[in-house]
């Protein structure tokens, strides 16, 4: 079970701090779109368009996999897949349900 009340664990998850919009802004080969989907009572988060190195920050580094966890303003989800196609450079955070304690 994750710590709740441990802000800095809770912010390494966070969609908004792990993926910062490059629209625009010099990036290393052709960009990526991150779109979330699921979120609860309509809810939505903006596309982003990132880096493909940005990529790396789906992986949770104590495990190895992708998040089975994330923060979406504040709010801790948990995750039903994360989906990479890579010839239309988009991914795709499947979101499950809000994480109950």
């Known amino acids: 079970m994750p ?11 966070e969609f908004n701090l792990l993926f910062v919009n490059r629209e ?3 990036r290393v080969g052709p960009a990526w779109t991150i779109e ?5 009572n309509g809810g ?8 493909q190195s940005d990529l790396s920050r789906l992986i949770d580094p104590s ?27 988009k991914v795709v955070i499947q979101v499950d349900s809000k994480f109950e304690a």
């Open 24 to 26: 625009g802004q010099d």
């Open 36 to 40: 979330v989907t699921g979120l609860p």
């Open 63 to 89: 495990t190895g996999g992708f998040w089975e966890m994330m923060c979406f303003d504040d709010w801790l989800f948990n995750l039903r897949k994360i989906e990479i196609d890579y010839p239309s450079r």
């Open 44 to 51: 939505s988060m903006p596309e982003k368009s990132v880096d």
């Open 3 to 13: 710590p709740l009340h441990n802000f800095e664990w809770r912010s390494e998850r």
